[in-house]
C-alpha cells in the first residue's frame, strides 16, 4: 500500500469517528458564561482588595492625625510662646556704679583699720568723676575715670599732710588699675590683678 492510500484511509476513519460523537448543545454558551463568572469574580476580588486599601489609609490618617505639622502652643495674647533662653545684659561700669561714701574694710598690709581717729577715714565717689573724703586726719580730693570694664585710673589732688595713724587711702587710689563691684563691696586690684583692698558702701 502505498503512503497517499494510507493517508486517505486514515483520513476516512478520522471523518467516521468525528461524525459518530454527538453534538455537545450550548457548549459555546456554557464557555461564555464560564469566562462571565471568572471575569465577576476577578471584579469582586478587585473591588474588595480597593476597599481595604482604603479603609487602611483612612484608619492610619486616623492615629496620625493627619499630614499637618504639629504647631507650637500658642499663648494668651495670641503669639507662639518662645523656647528662647533669656539672659541679662550686663551694665557696662562708670562713674556712676561706685557713687556714694565707702569705708576701707581691708587694706593690704594695714592691719589698724578700725582704730579711733580724729575723722571719719571716708572715701566719697562722685558721678562727675571727682572724689573727696578723709583719711582720718586728713582731707583727701582728686579726680578718677572708670572704663565700661573696670578699668580705674585716680588722681590725687593738693593736701595739707598731718601726722597721724591714717588710712592709706591714697595709696589704694594711686595702685588701683580695676575695679569690681558685688551687692556694697567695692574691691580695688592691682595692674596683675592681685588685689589691694576692699570697702563697704557707707551710704
Not at 9 to 20: F, H, K, M
Not at 30 to 54: K, P
Not at 94 to 115: N, P
Not at 129 to 153: H, K, M, P, V, Y
Request: charged share 15%.
Amino acid at each position: 500500500m502505498s503512503n497517499t492510500d494510507l493517508e486517505d484511509e486514515l483520513r476516512g476513519t478520522l471523518d467516521r469517528a468525528a461524525a459518530s460523537v454527538p453534538p455537545a448543545s450550548g457548549l459555546s454558551d456554557r464557555a461564555a458564561t464560564g469566562v462571565r463568572q471568572a471575569r465577576r469574580r476577578t471584579w469582586m476580588v478587585s473591588g474588595a482588595a480597593a476597599v481595604a486599601v482604603a479603609a487602611v489609609a483612612v484608619t492610619g490618617f486616623a492615629l496620625t492625625g493627619g499630614n499637618t505639622p504639629e504647631q507650637p502652643q500658642v499663648a494668651a495674647g495670641g503669639a507662639p510662646q518662645s523656647t528662647a533662653p533669656t539672659t541679662t545684659a550686663v551694665q557696662p561700669f562708670s562713674a556712676k556704679t561706685i557713687a556714694g561714701r565707702w569705708h576701707a574694710v581691708q587694706i593690704t598690709g594695714t592691719k589698724s583699720l578700725k582704730m579711733p581717729r580724729p575723722d571719719d577715714p571716708v572715701l566719697l565717689f562722685k558721678a562727675d568723676g571727682t572724689w573727696s573724703g578723709s583719711d582720718g586726719c586728713n582731707a583727701l580730693q582728686g579726680t578718677f575715670t572708670i572704663g565700661q570694664r573696670g578699668e580705674f585710673a585716680a588722681k590725687i589732688g593738693p593736701q595739707h599732710l598731718i601726722g597721724c595713724e591714717n588710712v592709706p587711702h591714697t595709696g589704694v587710689l594711686q595702685s588701683a588699675k580695676r575695679i569690681a563691684v558685688t551687692g556694697d563691696t567695692l574691691t580695688f586690684a592691682a595692674a596683675d590683678g592681685h588685689e589691694l583692698a576692699k570697702y563697704a558702701r557707707a551710704g
